[in-house]
């Protein structure tokens, strides 16, 4: 199995929806596109990024919103260098369709109380579902990884809570845990590293917001 040697991951730069929250009564979430401040944000992480491969070939997974689209073209990757894949099950937590800004508002706050983990929007998905799709990505990235060739370096460009679920199933924290970390800033990256005993590190932790308060043992 060709392991790669990190993991790469990155949200996306400011969009339209995280400076202005009513532009979800006017544009579906997909469609939503990068600031001129998120252009410059991805093209900073792209610098990072080309230093970080160097001339090493890379596998991109990018979640088929425009604001990563984007966020991977603003990169400025080498074309010969790189293997691009859209993965539908990157995607942004659905919030439903058309959305209406007092009525997320008011969910946000029963979330809040909730628990991010757990409650489900209304005609959208809760943090759970998107923990489920992005588990069955990870099983077949693993896959990916029995092809002899596989690159050194995998790529996911994604949103800020499939890179916190990406890891909780990687790393296999429990929920408490999950819940107690906020998500990375916009175009923020979260590099795996392999190390000599064949086990991945975080290059960084995630800002916690909180201690986690679990219901009891587990680990």
């Avoid at 800020?160 to 199933?169: D, Q, S, T, V, Y």
């Amino acid at each position: 199995m060709a392991r790669p040697r990190r993991i790469v991951l990155v949200r996306h730069g400011e969009s339209t929806g995280n400076i202005d929250d009513s532009v979800y009564e006017r544009e579906p979430d997909h469609a939503l596109a990068l600031t001129e401040r998120g252009w410059r944000q991805a093209e900073d992480t792209g610098r990072r990024l080309r230093e970080l491969f160097g001339r090493e070939r890379v596998s991109v997974y990018v979640s088929p919103y425009r604001r990563t689209h984007q966020t991977l073209s603003a990169f400025g990757l080498d074309p010969g260098l790189i293997r691009v894949r859209e993965e539908p099950r990157l995607r942004e937590q659905d919030w439903g369709n058309w959305q209406d800004r007092d009525d997320v508002r008011l969910q946000k706050a029963y979330r809040d109380a909730y628990g991010h983990f757990f409650y489900r929007f209304a005609q959208g998905e809760s943090g759970a579902d998107v923990y489920d799709r992005v588990g069955g990505f990870l099983e077949s990235l693993f896959r990916s990884f029995e092809a002899p060739d596989h690159p050194p370096n995998v790529l996911i460009v994604t949103h800020g809570l499939a890179m916190r679920l990406f890891c909780m199933r990687w790393f296999h924290w429990t929920v408490a845990e999950f819940e107690s970390l906020s998500n990375p800033g916009n175009a923020e990256m979260r590099v795996l590293v392999l190390g000599e005993n064949g086990k991945y590190t975080l290059d960084r932790p995630f800002e916690r917001w909180r201690d986690p308060e679990p219901y009891g043992i587990t680990g």
